[in-house]
């Protein structure tokens, strides 16, 4: 059975970076039937897509959130990461990682649990 | 970039029939996909590209897409389908609507 975890800070201070790591089980981050990436939903807010990547390596960033991205895979670890950079208050979200059916062009079909980060002093 | 547009609530009597729509241009050109987030959990896959529903999901639950207008039609209302709805698209990248917030009378 397919699960996806968060794990990571739940308290981030403005101006610096945000680092959160997914870890899946019952399914390969290297299988090219998928592709995976981060979502996160502000407080009352709907879910706003941060970026993907595919099993080759590619990958996929909102351009709203413009270079703040970095997403990283440990395949050894069937991990992956994300860094956001110099945060602010309007980063704070529950932030979920997620996996794509095929392409990053089709539906997400899994999401994680969640976990809340507050950017705040 | 691409704009959804969701209406912010719908309300319906147990029982009967809801209809959540999600406009975006030429939407109907698009995959749709829908998702269902109750209170404190993380969304789940509810309908993807239009009208195809995931193993698990009920029949109630049905969707169409043209023109500018993508449709979630949930039959048969329950309780339990109180919820927050989005729908999904691809436009050079991945696009949420705002959401609906289904309220059962």
């Known amino acids: 059975q397919l699960q996806l975890q968060e794990s990571g800070p739940g308290l981030v201070k403005p101006s610096e970076t945000l680092s959160l790591t997914c870890t899946v089980s019952g399914a390969s981050i290297s299988s090219s039937s998928y592709c995976w990436g981060w979502i996160r939903q502000p407080p009352g807010k709907g879910p706003e897509w941060i970026g993907s990547f595919d099993y080759s390596g590619n990958t996929y960033h909102n351009p709203s959130l413009k270079n703040r991205v970095a997403i990283s895979v440990d395949t050894s670890k069937n991990q992956f990461s994300l860094k956001l950079s110099s945060v602010t208050a309007a980063d704070t979200a529950v932030f979920y990682c997620?996996?794509?059916?095929?392409?990053?062009?089709?539906?997400?079909?899994?999401w994680g649990q969640g976990t809340p980060v507050t950017v705040s002093s | 970039s691409y704009e959804l547009t969701q209406p912010l609530s719908v309300s319906v009597a147990l029982g009967q029939t809801a209809k959540i729509t999600c406009g975006g241009n030429?939407?109907?050109?698009?995959?749709v996909h829908w998702h269902q987030q109750k209170s404190g959990q993380a969304p789940v896959l509810l309908i993807y590209r239009d009208r195809n529903r995931p193993s698990g999901i009920p029949e109630r639950f049905s969707g169409s897409n043209s023109g500018n207008t993508a449709t979630l039609t949930i039959s048969r209302v329950q309780a339990g389908d109180e919820a927050d709805y989005y729908c999904?698209?691809?436009?050079?990248?991945?696009?949420f609507g705002g959401g609906t917030k289904l309220t059962v009378l």
């Open positions: 997620a996996r794509h059916f095929g392409s990053v062009q089709l539906e997400v079909d899994y």
């Open positions: 999904q698209v691809w436009d050079s990248c991945v696009v």
């Open positions: 030429n939407i109907g050109g698009k995959n």
